[in-house]
């Protein structure tokens, strides 16, 4: 079992946060039914990822504009004039163009979080990497962290476990993927089943999380 399951084992037997106990609250993809705070102290890999980047006074955290090479920033600073519709998916394409490897192929582990500026050096990355990649660049255009979560889920079409970042724009909630190069509105992906959900700031658990765990 990967790492990432036993913290959501671990999860599931938290108390539940006492304002939505006893309930569900819809969110991209489904419900969810735990919402906590300080997600670095559950994600491990969250926290080694924030801070792998933090090497000098202009690279303070990983998640910051400074830690990403020259051509994404030259990158941000084309898109910077268009309307958040169009940032969303320069940002998507512009990500997607990386190379997908696994992470037992890049670092000989299953479960490596890689932060953007490792993400972009390597030119390659896993389905985590790219939606941290995404939350990275649009942070730095002006988007607000709590808009955004990455999300694992179990895609039941593929029959397998994926990542992915969601953003609230507008009335919607958009899902940007990897596999393809199309925004994608959150409440049509069906096949998307959603087990957990976290950013700078939380991290959510959502409703079903133990039973996708066993198929």
């Keep these: 079992m990967?790492?990432?399951?036993?913290?959501?084992?671990?999860?599931?037997?938290?108390?539940?946060?006492?304002?939505?106990?006893?309930?569900?609250?819809?969110?991209?993809?489904?419900?969810?039914?735990?919402?906590?705070?300080?997600?670095?102290?559950?994600?491990?890999?969250?926290?080694?990822?924030?801070?792998?980047?933090?090497?000098?006074?202009?690279?303070?955290?990983a998640l910051h504009e400074q830690c990403l090479p020259i051509d994404v920033l030259m990158f941000i600073d084309r898109v910077q004039g268009l309307s958040e519709a169009q940032k969303l998916k320069k940002v998507n394409a512009f990500v997607n163009?990386?190379?997908?490897?696994?992470d037992s192929a890049l670092y000989g582990t299953n479960d490596h979080w890689a932060s953007p500026g490792e993400f972009f050096s390597r030119?390659?990355?896993?389905?985590?990497?790219?939606?941290?990649?995404?939350?990275?660049?649009?942070?730095?255009?002006?988007?607000?962290?709590?808009?955004?979560?990455?999300?694992?889920?179990?895609?039941?079409?593929?029959?397998?476990?994926?990542?992915?970042?969601a953003v609230h724009l507008g009335e919607?909630?958009?899902?940007?993927?990897?596999?393809?190069?199309r925004l994608l509105v959150a409440k049509k992906q069906t096949y998307l089943k959603p087990i957990y959900a976290l950013n700078i700031e939380h991290w959510w658990l959502y409703a079903g999380a133990q039973e996708l765990l066993k198929g």
Excluded at 33 to 38: F, L, Q, S
Excluded at 97 to 102: G, K, P, Q, T
């Design 2 to 61: 990967k790492k990432w399951m036993l913290v959501v084992l671990m999860m599931l037997a938290m108390p539940v946060t006492p304002a939505i106990a006893g309930m569900s609250s819809v969110a991209p993809l489904g419900e969810v039914v735990a919402e906590k705070d300080e997600p670095e102290v559950m994600f491990r890999k969250w926290q080694a990822m924030l801070t792998r980047d933090a090497k000098s006074g202009t690279c303070v955290a």
């Design 172 to 181: 919607n909630d958009y899902i940007l993927d990897n596999r393809t190069n």
């Design 123 to 165: 030119g390659k990355g896993d389905c985590e990497d790219f939606g941290i990649a995404k939350y990275s660049l649009l942070m730095a255009l002006g988007f607000a962290s709590e808009s955004m979560r990455l999300i694992i889920v179990k895609d039941v079409r593929a029959r397998d476990y994926h990542a992915v970042l």
């Design 97 to 102: 163009r990386v190379r997908y490897r696994s």
